[in-house]
């Protein structure tokens, strides 16, 4: 079992970056596929970004090219680096984790732990 914990959330003016880190405890970090969601006010929850156990990532249409997930299994902890922040960023962060071995990435569903969120806020 792993329980991730998001920190980095902040406020950032439009065109700023945030780093978002995830710490999972747990000593099966590395079995893990890690992801990122987003929901912001009044809308659905998103998918943001995706990183396997064996290192392959996937992105959200509206973030690629702007954010990079990436992960240190020695240090349990999973990242996302958002560039070019814009106002529509704006969302509480969600980090997940996930067993399956056969799965839709983009599907919330699909990820058996949720952390609590981290807020983050684009100022225009």
């Known amino acids: 079992q792993v329980q991730p914990v998001e920190s980095g959330g902040g406020l950032v003016q439009a065109g700023g970056s945030l780093r978002l880190s995830c710490a999972a405890s747990g000593r099966t970090f590395s079995s893990y596929n890690m992801g990122w969601f987003r929901q912001a006010p009044g809308k659905e929850r998103e998918f943001v970004a995706h990183?396997?156990?064996?290192?392959?990532?996937d992105y959200g249409v509206s973030v690629k090219g702007r954010f990079t997930i990436s992960r240190d299994n020695a240090k349990n902890t999973v990242y996302l680096q958002m560039n070019s922040l814009k106002p529509e960023d704006t969302a509480i962060y969600y980090c997940?984790?996930?067993?399956?071995?056969?799965?839709?990435?983009?599907?919330?569903?699909?990820?058996?732990?949720w952390g609590q969120g981290t807020q983050v806020t684009v100022s225009s």
């Open positions: 990183i396997a156990r064996g290192g392959s990532t």
């Open positions: 997940v984790a996930g067993v399956r071995t056969y799965y839709v990435p983009s599907m919330s569903s699909e990820y058996d732990y």
